[in-house]
């Protein structure tokens, strides 16, 4: 998780001021002293503690913000979930979800492998009741064991979706994209994964480029119509890069440090 130590050594100093009594220390989403268990956990908390247990066992210990934001999350119809799981509602109540757990070490997991696990379990563990067959599916995952994540097949088809819409406003010639090839949508995948700029090869791109199917496709014969491939492909790379892979949109502000997220209605 690549803001552990930032938030470890937050909830480290958060504590002290407890020790040296500060009457309003500043927030810390894990601290149990400021957020204690108002009542027993639910039936639905256990068992999504359980769960996320098996996929990331460093977690240690939560409390209230983590037990609330839970049942918030429960109280989402599954698409509201899946379409704002990068930026919106979602994503903001995962997010203090993961803040707010205590963790033992260092998680193996990704940040953003942990918000969909636990979106996974949300919907299919506790509202599907298909435990086992997640467990099977993902325990072991040889792309989690790779990537510290991974992509469930909504999200790929979420994000592929975006893809395309833009992708046919930025042909040229009257050039237009009409059918995608099956093994456009695994090199789509296979994109997502490479989160630098210096992973993200433009032989990939084009090798996706090549699996659509073009309505007044240009030719390679002119230097014009190479150049306008050219400029095609670069487009593609750099969409990748701004958009973080498709989850956000290039001129949203970046995040260049953790946030404590503030919800409508999370009361």
Same mark, same amino acid.
């Given at each position: 998780?690549?803001?552990?130590?930032?938030?470890?050594?937050?909830?480290?100093?958060?504590?002290?001021?407890?020790?040296? +009594?500060?009457?309003?220390?500043?927030?810390?989403?894990?601290?149990?002293?400021?957020?204690?268990?108002?009542?027993?956990?639910s039936a639905a908390f256990k068992k999504f503690w359980d769960a996320l247990f098996k996929f990331e066992d460093t977690i240690l210990m939560y409390n209230n913000v983590t037990h609330k934001e839970l049942l918030n999350l429960l109280s989402m119809d599954n698409r509201?979930?899946? /379409?704002?799981?990068?930026? +919106?509602?979602?994503?903001?109540?995962?997010?203090?979800?993961?803040?707010?757990?205590?963790?033992?070490?260092?998680?193996k997991m990704k940040e953003k492998g942990l918000r969909i696990i636990i979106v996974v379990i949300v919907r299919d563990c506790i509202e599907g009741d298909l435990e086992n067959e997640v467990f099977d599916r993902l325990i072991g995952c040889p792309e989690?064991?790779?990537?510290?994540?991974?992509?469930?097949?909504?999200?790929?088809?979420n994000r592929f979706q975006k893809f395309w819409d833009w992708y046919n406003t930025?042909?040229?010639?009257?050039?237009?994209? $009409?059918?995608?090839?099956?093994?456009?949508?695994?090199?789509?995948? /296979?994109?997502?994964?490479?989160?630098?700029?210096?992973?993200?090869?433009?032989?990939?791109?084009?090798?996706? $480029?090549?699996?659509?199917?073009?309505?007044?496709?240009?030719?390679v014969d002119t230097q014009e119509e190479k150049d306008a491939w050219k400029r095609l492909i670069q487009k593609v790379r750099q969409r990748f890069i701004d958009t973080k892979q498709f989850t956000r949109e290039p001129e949203d502000p970046e995040s260049a440090s953790p946030e404590s997220y503030e919800l409508e209605d999370s009361d």
């Open positions: 998780m690549e803001w552990y130590h930032v938030w470890n050594a937050g909830y480290i100093n958060h504590k002290r001021e407890h020790d040296l +009594g500060v009457i309003e220390p500043e927030e810390c989403l894990a601290c149990e002293i400021c957020n204690p268990i108002e009542r027993e956990v509201e979930r899946e /379409d704002t799981i990068h930026k +919106g509602k979602c994503r903001n109540i995962v997010d203090r979800i993961i803040e707010s757990i205590r963790y033992r070490q260092q998680p989690i064991m790779e990537h510290g994540y991974i992509l469930e097949d909504w999200d790929v088809e930025i042909l040229e010639n009257e050039m237009k994209a $009409i059918h995608v090839k099956k093994l456009a949508i695994k090199l789509f995948r /296979d994109l997502l994964y490479k989160e630098t700029e210096d992973l993200l090869r433009r032989e990939e791109v084009v090798e996706l $480029i090549i699996q659509i199917e073009y309505q007044n496709r240009w030719g």
